[in-house]
T-cell receptor, first 115, second 113 residues
Framework: KAGVTQTPRYLIKTRGQQVTLSCSPI?????VSWYQQTPGQGLQFLFE???????NKGNFPGRFSGRQFSNSRSEMNVSTLELGDSALYLC??????????????FGQGTRLTVV | QKEVEQDPGPLSVPEGAIVSLNCTYS??????FMWYRQYSRKGPELLMY????GNKEDGRFTAQVDKSSKYISLFIRDSQPSDSATYLC?????????????FGSGTQLTVLP
């Protein structure tokens, strides 16, 4: 069974640009969550999508947005990039049953560097 | 104060030792508890998943949850050099926020051959 696939693996962008990251969850999983990992703040929750709807959102500015498609694939977008957005962005896939918690499996992440 | 506190280490042990990793938390609503292992430049790998209080064993790994003390532990028996990684605890409440994980800062473990 294929795992969570995130593309691209590495990305270098300039301040002020925007970026789109992609996540393909494990087949059959309906929930996709996004996390930002930095040395200083650790892993922080960005948002979760389930059945194409954003269910939860973390404490991040509106420059961070996402969406989920009917095949459960998800994208996240960061506009007007800042140096502090440099991080490892991780996608987690869960089978999900309604609102219940289920195991979350992470992809390898996209390492974004803003210069 | 962070909702989840985890000793960052680093922790260094000899091969074959028993390793104890711990997290404390302040949010009494947390009821799902997870341990992840993360190798350098990789995504976190789920090791253990438990619901509410109690113990769970999987091979060399044992997870313990004590909700009354708001304390969770991961024990690794017969530790191996391949266990060298950062270990992250994660937890969440139920209901609408069930899939919003709150992580500890991670403990860096080195198992020396």
């Amino acid at each position: 069974k294929a795992g969570v696939t995130q593309t691209p693996r590495y990305l270098i962008k300039t301040r002020g640009q925007q970026v789109t990251l992609s996540c393909s969850p494990i087949s059959g999983h309906r929930s996709v969550s996004w996390y930002q990992q930095t040395p200083g703040q650790g892993l922080q929750f960005l948002f979760e999508y389930f059945s194409e709807t954003q269910r939860n959102k973390g404490n991040f500015p509106g420059r961070f947005s996402g969406r989920q498609f009917s095949n459960s694939r998800s994208e996240m977008n960061v506009s007007t990039l800042e140096l502090g957005d440099s991080a490892l962005y991780l996608c987690a896939s869960s089978p999900a049953i309604g609102l219940w918690n289920t195991e979350a499996f992470f992809g390898q992440g996209t390492r974004l560097t803003v210069v | 104060q962070k909702e989840v506190e985890q000793d960052p280490g680093p922790l260094s042990v000899p091969e074959g030792a028993i390793v104890s990793l711990n997290c404390t938390y302040s949010n009494s609503a947390f009821q799902y508890f997870m341990w992840y292992r993360q190798y350098s430049r990789k995504g976190p790998e789920l090791l253990m998943y438990t619901y509410s209080s109690g113990n769970k064993e999987d091979g060399r790994f044992t997870a313990q949850v004590d909700k009354s003390s708001k304390y969770i532990s991961l024990f690794i028996r017969d530790s191996q050099p391949s266990d060298s990684a950062t270990y992250l605890c994660a937890m969440t409440s139920g209901g609408g926020s069930a899939r919003q994980l709150t992580f500890g800062s991670g403990t860096q473990l080195t198992v020396l051959p």
